[in-house]
């Protein structure tokens, strides 16, 4: 390696990395930024555009204003969504805390298999099954085969099933490139399974297993396909607003609030998924 970037300092070897990539950015054709632009702008200005229609007073017209908190006003005086946003809540921080856990044990086992592509494979199967054929299979197993009476408690099975492949997924990132060889030499020192899982795989699997816990909550949180299988007559927050938005066009402007006061918990979330995977993993 040529001396001159060994001696380099760090710093000025940053600014140049960036240089490169500003500079690789700059040669990009412009037809290729303007879809990269016009992609972002398309995914996220209809969220803002939301979060600003909701404190319109003429929300259906399209134009935001006058500004008026009228809708904000009706959706806590109605207070008819807290339940289900307090139970969907509730069903996703349980759902993500199952699917980390499980996740975590699984991601643990699968690398070491002899059978590992194939037992990965399976696992991850339910991500290419589409939500209503899944959710219309578990109804029929759970209902007319077995005799049982729909709530809660499927909703949030049906959803551990949906998000425990995508948490699986974050965890084995880190686990197939674990060097086993530390936890080798950790027994060989006289260390517990415990003990060695908590002093050396635990730091290095934490960001994975908070990012799988993250990712296995917002999934429940936003999901309504399997929902409207298994509910039963519970009603958790997505169902209750898809309700209301189908069959009371009045609703519409509160529904608007309801779905900024969500994107408030999303989004926090969300970036702290995205925080978790690309910062401390890179740190790490």
């Not at 060889?181 to 517990?192: I, K, W």
Request: hydrophobic fraction near 55%.
């Amino acid at each position: 390696m040529n001396q001159s970037i060994i001696d380099m300092p760090a710093s000025t070897m940053n600014r140049q990395a960036q240089g490169s990539a500003w500079s690789y950015w700059t040669g990009w054709p412009l037809v290729a930024k303007v879809i990269a632009f016009g992609a972002l702008a398309f995914i996220y200005f209809p969220l803002l555009w939301l979060a600003l229609m909701s404190v319109s007073a003429q929300p259906l017209s399209g134009l935001p204003l006058p500004f008026s908190g009228a809708n904000y006003v009706a959706l806590f005086q109605s207070g008819d969504w807290l339940a289900p946003f307090g139970i969907s809540l509730l069903i996703a921080l349980l759902v993500g805390a199952v699917t980390a856990v499980t996740a975590t044990l699984v991601g643990r086992v699968l690398p070491h298999s002899k059978r590992a592509g194939t037992l990965v494979l399976l696992a991850v199967l339910p991500l290419f099954i589409p939500g209503m054929s899944m959710g219309a299979a578990q109804f029929i197993f759970l209902r007319p085969m077995m005799g049982l009476t729909l709530g809660y408690w499927s909703i949030f099975l049906g959803h551990v099933v949906w998000a425990f492949p995508f948490s699986l997924l974050i965890v084995l990132v880190l686990t197939t490139r674990f060097d086993s060889r530390l936890v080798e030499a950790a027994a060989d020192l006289g260390a517990s399974g415990w003990r060695t899982f908590w002093d050396i795989e635990m730091p290095i699997l934490r960001p994975g297993i908070v990012g799988a816990g993250t990712f296995g909550f917002l999934i429940s949180f936003n999901e309504v396909q399997r929902s409207i299988f298994l509910r039963g007559t519970a009603e958790t927050m997505p169902i209750w607003n898809w309700m209301m938005a189908s069959s009371q066009q009045s609703q519409v402007p509160v529904i608007f609030c309801l779905e900024t006061i969500v994107l408030a918990v999303v989004l926090p979330s969300l970036a702290a998924l995205f925080w978790v995977l690309f910062v401390r993993m890179d740190k790490n």
